[in-house]
C-alpha cells in the first residue's frame, strides 16, 4: 500500500475509521471523506499521528457533484489515484407498509447512487490517468443476498451494490482497473446504535462465533481487497460475515 493513494468515504466512524487507520499503518497516502466534518477531522489527526500524509474533504455522497470534486481534489493532492473505497451509507428499520417513498429514495440516493458515483467518476479519473493497477472497493451488505423484515429499502440497495460491483467490474477491467465488493455481517457501529438489546443478542447468534464482527475484522478484509495478493478477486463481493449466511 505504500505511497498508494486511496479515497475513503464514510470515514469519520465505523468501517470507514479503521479502514483508514490499517491503511495509514500500511502507507496509504489518504484523502478521507464524510458529511461530518468534525468527525472526519478528528479520524485525519488519528491517521496523521500514524505518519500517513492524508486530507479531509467532506462531501454528501448522494450528490454527483460532490462525488465527483471529491475525486478531482484527490487528484489535485496527490497527482493520482490508486483506489476508492465506495462506504458511506446508513441504516433504518421501518416496516414494509409503513415505509414512506421519501425514506425509500433517500436509502437509494445515499447507499446505491453514491456508489455509482463513485465507480463512475473514479473509474473515469483513473483511465484518463492511464492507472494500470487501480482497485475500487464497494461496501455492500449480507443484506445485499437475503430479504429481511424492516429492511426492504436497504435490501434492495445493497443488493444493486452487489450487482453494479459485477457491471463496474466488467466495464474497468480493461483499464486495470479492478472492482469488488464487501458484504459485511453486523458489525458494531453507529448503524446498530438503536437496535433493541434483545435484538442484537439475536444477531449475535446469528454468527458463526455468538458475537458481531468489529469494524477492525472488516477493515483487514478491505485492506486486503486493495492489496495485489487479492488479484484473483474481481467483479465479486466477498463474504465478511462470520458465517452468518452460510446456512441460509
Do not use: W
Not at 55 to 62: L, N, P
Not at 218 to 224: C, D, G, H, R, S
Not at 230 to 238: E, P, W
Amino acid at each position: 500500500m505504500k505511497d498508494r493513494v486511496i479515497i475513503i468515504t464514510g470515514a469519520a466512524s465505523g468501517i470507514g475509521e479503521a479502514t483508514a487507520l490499517q491503511l495509514a499503518d500500511e502507507g496509504a497516502k489518504l484523502v478521507l471523506s464524510d458529511i461530518n466534518e468534525e468527525a472526519g477531522k478528528s479520524v485525519l489527526e488519528a491517521v496523521k499521528t500514524k505518519g500517513a500524509e492524508a486530507y479531509y474533504y467532506t462531501c454528501d455522497v448522494s450528490d454527483k457533484a460532490q462525488v465527483e470534486a471529491l475525486v478531482d481534489f484527490a487528484v489535485e493532492q496527490f497527482g493520482s489515484l490508486y483506489g476508492l473505497f465506495n462506504n458511506a451509507g446508513i441504516g433504518a428499520m421501518t416496516s414494509f407498509l409503513d415505509l414512506q417513498p421519501a425514506d425509500y429514495e433517500k436509502m437509494i440516493a445515499i447507499n446505491q447512487n453514491s456508489v455509482f458515483y463513485g465507480l463512475h467518476y473514479a473509474g473515469k479519473k483513473m483511465k484518463e490517468l492511464g492507472v494500470k493497477s487501480g482497485v475500487i472497493v464497494n461496501t455492500a451488505s449480507i443484506y445485499g443476498f437475503i430479504g429481511a423484515e424492516g429492511s426492504a429499502h436497504y435490501n434492495a440497495a445493497k443488493a444493486a451494490v452487489v450487482s453494479l460491483t459485477k457491471s463496474a467490474a466488467q466495464a474497468l477491467t480493461p483499464y486495470g482497473i479492478r472492482v469488488v465488493g464487501v458484504a459485511p455481517g453486523f458489525t458494531k457501529t453507529a448503524i446498530l446504535d438503536n437496535v433493541p438489546a434483545d435484538m442484537l443478542k439475536a444477531l449475535e447468534g446469528a454468527h458463526m462465533r455468538n458475537k458481531l464482527l468489529t469494524s477492525e475484522e472488516i477493515a483487514n478484509v478491505v485492506a486486503f481487497l486493495f492489496s495485489e495478493a487479492s488479484v484473483a478477486i474481481n467483479g465479486s463481493t466477498v463474504l465478511a460475515d462470520d458465517g452468518y449466511l452460510a446456512f441460509k
